[in-house]
């Protein structure tokens, strides 16, 4: 709870990080992320919406603003003194900042999840992914903290360190002071996000949809991650799920850049997260641009969603991950 004397409304970022005994590089390199939201925001309401002319390793077309808010958070990350190794989604290869792994962080980054939706005017997030040390190609548990910002018709930002996970406004100020603390998800839900296209379902998560909507269970689906991420954890409820598909067996998301944090928050928050066979957290990422089907949410719904799969599926059909 906020210190005597203080509302909680009046507890910025920084207070927070060090009320909570977070170290001082992680605590400036969180606020960091927090300043670089600050310019993406202002690239979003005023940016070129055009296509940058260049293509990301998917081949997805770059938009302006990809690689607007991917040079701001670069820059941000390069100069913050405590970056050992930084990836971006829109990039190629690791972009190495410095060769002592002592004392500092290695990131991965999605700067403009969901971009291609800044042209019909819906929300749109950045997440970041933080190890300690040099290595960023480990298993997700081994974060040491997750950071999305979510620029909707209010800027908030969500992060944890471990120690639960807790959101915060952007002000007039355009400083990020606390709403709310240790946000938890409930058990089972009643909304699910269904990622993917429903006539490529395969026979488990055909059965798992079904048992969804025999339940009542109502559907919201924005087409943007961290948004729809985010409706699950304040609403306190809900699945989110891009499964694997008989055209995609690994889905569509990707493991480092949006699977890993949020899998991250989404467990600190007591829900789970997982790829249909095992936690999202446990998987070993083998290359940068992995991807992984994902069910995300309430426990029980996550727990179902595996049942399902085992049940009407052998895991040459699950998209099982091959390295796990
Ligand atoms: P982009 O960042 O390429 O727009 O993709 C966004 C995303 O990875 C994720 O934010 C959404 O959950 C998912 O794609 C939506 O995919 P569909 O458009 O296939 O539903």
Request: charged residues 25%; contains cysteine; glycine residues 8%.
């Amino acid at each position: 709870m906020p210190k005597p004397g203080k509302t909680k409304f009046q507890i910025d970022l920084r207070r927070h990080l060090r009320e909570h005994y977070v170290n001082e590089n992680l605590t400036h390199l969180i606020c960091e992320i927090a300043e670089a939201s600050k310019y993406i925001i202002h690239s979003i309401s005023t940016g070129d919406l055009g296509v940058a002319g260049t293509s990301n390793l998917y081949g997805e077309q770059q938009l302006e603003l990809d690689v607007l808010a991917d040079r701001i958070m670069r820059k941000r990350l390069d100069h913050s003194r405590v970056v050992a190794n930084m990836m971006s989604e829109e990039m190629d290869e690791i972009i190495p900042v410095s060769p002592d792994c002592d004392g500092k962080y290695s990131v991965a980054f999605d700067p403009l999840d969901g971009s291609s939706l800044v042209d019909v005017n819906l929300a749109v997030g950045t997440i970041v992914s933080i190890f300690e040390g040099c290595d960023l190609l480990q298993p997700g548990r081994r974060q040491v903290a997750a950071v999305y910002i979510l620029y909707g018709p209010r800027t908030t930002l969500v992060y944890s360190v471990g120690k639960g996970v807790h959101e915060f406004g952007m002000n007039m100020l355009r400083e990020y002071t606390l709403l709310q603390e240790n946000i938890m998800i409930k058990p089972q839900g009643n909304l699910y996000s269904p990622g993917g296209q429903r006539n490529l379902y395969t026979p488990g998560v055909e059965a798992f949809v079904t048992k969804l909507e025999k339940r009542g269970v109502k559907l919201r689906y924005s087409g943007g991650f961290v948004p729809d991420i985010n409706q699950i954890l304040l609403k306190g409820q809900g699945i989110f799920f891009y499964p694997h598909l008989q055209n995609m067996p690994e889905g569509k998301l990707r493991l480092l850049f949006e699977l890993s944090p949020m899998a991250y928050l989404i467990e600190q928050a007591g829900g789970a997260a997982s790829d249909g066979r095992k936690p999202i957290l446990d998987l070993l990422p083998t290359q940068i641009h992995e991807r992984s089907p994902v069910f995300i949410g309430c426990k029980k719904d996550v727990a179902m969603a595996e049942e399902m799969i085992r049940k009407f599926e052998n895991d040459k059909e699950s998209g099982v991950n091959k390295n796990s």
